[in-house]
């Protein structure tokens, strides 16, 4: 009888026997082994680099709910209006849909990168003065001298800024609130600039 009982001592090194030694003996129980992977050296991660993410900022110009009837009643969805740019002549305008904001965000944000346009700057200022309309909205820019600053509202402003204009002068002649359509009227006008 003795013989067939095992001490509580013994019973210890039969559960853990085929296990190596300095092997980790939670594996199985949710907690994966390390195997070195992660940030890869300079930065990388994934083949792509830290910097290529902050190489433009952003700026959400307008963030909308928005409905559609369907036969069951009405569907809600948001809409978001980004601009995108990196503040030395690049900028570019992106809309995008989704059932939460962040994914109308990610959306807006891949519509603004196949936008992107290249405008010429005159220093701080564009080369002449331009006029564009777009639907009902209608700007007006105009150049300035070193030292005038960023004389524009709303959404003039945040395209002009992400596009590394410091010294302009901008008006809205349209009487919109709209500020999708104030942007786009502004891209426009951006899409006229010709240097000498």
Known sequence: MNEQQLQPNQA????????????DQNRGRGQRPF????????????????GDRDAYKEKVLDLRRVTRVV??????RFRT?????????????GVGKGVDVQTSIEKAKTAAKK??????????????????KFSAAEVII??????????????????????????????CLGR???????????????KQLRTK
Do not use: F
Not at 12 to 23: R, S, V
Not at 160 to 167: C, E, H, I, S
Not at 176 to 190: F, G, V
């Open 12 to 23: 210890a090194p039969a559960a853990n026997a085929g296990q190596q030694p300095g092997q």
């Open 35 to 50: 195997r070195g992977g992660g940030r890869r050296p300079g930065g990388q991660r994934g083949g792509r680099r830290e």
């Open 71 to 76: 036969a069951g009643g009405k569907r809600m």
């Open 81 to 93: 209006t980004l601009v995108l740019g990196d503040e030395k002549g690049t900028v570019g305008l």
């Open 115 to 132: 936008n992107m346009m290249k405008i010429p700057l005159n220093g701080r200022t564009i080369p002449h003065e331009v006029h564009s």
């Open 142 to 171: 105009k150049p300035a001298v070193q030292g005038h600053g960023l004389k524009a509202g709303g959404a003039v402003r945040v395209v002009l800024a992400l596009a590394g204009v410091k010294d302009v002068t901008a008006k």
């Open 176 to 190: 919109t609130p709209n500020k999708l359509t104030n942007a786009m009227a502004t891209i426009e006008a951006l």
